[in-house]
């Protein structure tokens, strides 16, 4: 049977009571913070509406017959990984926990898949920066900025231009082709990298005068604010565009080895920031496949809880240090929540490291700004596993043997017998 000879109903090294393994590696974008009900992992924000839960979910994944429960899952995406943090935490050969800190949860295993998921890139270009820095214009736990917009996007800029962001994800890239490979799946395995989506329409001007700022939402406080005028938001469009162009470009390198890119921006068409008919920043509309920042609750869903904590390591973060001093303290937002995060202090509070109203309350209820809603995952993982059964039919279904068609006096079925007639290879 063709099927068998690519798609064992159970390879020789996989545990038990499974047909089928796969694996789940990323950031924020794979451990979907925000989109339902926060399931663990502490910093790694890992939600239950993530894609990857959701095409665990799903019953094409597989044989395309295997239930969810003979399907072995190992989720290792972590919010705020790097391609470094991924090739150090997130390619192990056995679970662990609380590594390199704390901070951490469960880190379960590689394994053998015979898929993994892949998105990287958007920390290794410093967004969280850039919702630091010129979206919210504070620190998304109440702290101050720690650069200037302007030099925040210059920053990302540079990161985006810079070669070594392809290099760095196709050497990652690679990694996980040769660690997939050297298990069961062999050649067969299979990696889909996803990219990221444009945050805003950028054909309106209707946010010219808008600000997303945290201490200006829902009640203006007087002050001057970034606005998000056309041009600002067309760049940042372009800073996602850039991204996806470096990932598509390390996919290429691989595309002989079972490497596919998806693309998840086409989908946010209607469903963007500033939208035509929308007043920005409008936390109620339907429509919309990102998060905001949850204004209208500036310190609730768990965060007075907290304040004691919260102030305590704003204070040791921040320290009434100017906007120049922190940007020299901190090179990237991801330095500045590594140093948050350093500074928390749970023993303080009931539930300690494991307290999920701290961490899906406080920490994931602000981190899912401008991450996708549960709408977009599904839209992701529908694209990821139509890819996959497409890749999966080819691989079991090589090409026929062109069949004779016999015309004539005398035609019978193969092998056909050719008197006063012609045969013809069939199209």
Not at 385 to 394: F, L, M, T
Request: negative net charge.
């Amino acid at each position: 049977m063709l099927f068998s000879l690519y798609f064992p109903l159970a390879w020789a090294g996989i545990p038990d009571g499974y047909d089928f393994w796969w694996t789940a590696l990323g950031d924020s974008y794979a451990s979907g913070v925000g989109s339902g009900t926060y399931t663990g992992g502490r910093r790694c924000l890992r939600y239950d509406q993530a894609y990857p839960v959701q095409m665990q979910g799903n019953n094409d994944l597989g044989l395309g017959t295997t239930p969810e429960d003979r399907r072995l899952f190992q989720n290792v995406v972590c919010s705020g990984a790097e391609v470094d943090d991924i090739e150090s935490w997130q390619l192990l050969d056995e679970d662990t926990s609380s590594q390199p800190s704390y901070e951490y949860g469960d880190r379960p295993k590689f394994g053998e898949p015979e898929v993994a998921t892949l998105t990287v890139g958007g920390d290794d270009i410093d967004f969280p920066g850039i919702l630091f820095n010129c979206i919210i214009e504070s620190h998304v736990w109440f702290g101050p900025p720690t650069r200037t917009c302007d030099d925040q996007r210059a920053h990302s800029w540079g990161l985006i231009k810079n070669p070594a962001l392809v290099s760095n994800i196709s050497g990652l890239i690679s990694k996980i082709v040769k660690k997939g490979r050297a298990g069961q799946a062999n050649s067969n395995f299979k990696l889909y990298v996803t990219g990221y989506g444009q945050f805003f329409n950028s054909g309106t001007t209707l946010c010219n005068d808008v600000t997303f700022a945290r201490t200006a939402n829902p009640n203006p406080d007087g002050k001057d604010h970034i606005k998000m005028t056309q041009e600002l938001h067309k760049e940042f469009n372009q800073m996602s565009l850039a991204l996806n162009s470096a990932i598509q470009m390390a996919v290429a390198q691989h595309a002989s080895d079972g490497v596919k890119y998806i693309d998840i921006d086409g989908p946010l068409t209607g469903h963007r920031f500033c939208e035509d008919g929308v007043k920005e920043p409008d936390q109620g509309n339907r429509n919309l496949w990102l998060w905001h920042y949850p204004y209208d609750k500036p310190s609730g869903n768990g965060g007075s809880d907290y304040q004691s904590v919260i102030d305590a390591a704003n204070s040791q973060v921040f320290g009434g240090l100017s906007t120049a001093e922190l940007s020299q303290k901190y090179d990237s937002g991801g330095a500045v929540n590594d140093a948050w995060f350093d500074a928390i202090d749970l023993s303080q509070i009931q539930g300690g490291v494991d307290a999920a109203g701290f961490w899906d309350g406080v920490v994931g209820y602000r981190a899912k700004l401008f991450h996708p809603q549960v709408a977009w995952h599904q839209w992701i993982q529908n694209a990821i596993i139509d890819q996959w059964k497409n890749d999966r039919d080819i691989d079991s279904n090589p090409a026929p043997t062109p069949k004779l068609t016999c015309t004539g006096v005398e035609c019978h079925q193969r092998p056909c017998r050719l008197f006063i007639g012609v045969w013809q290879g069939s199209q």
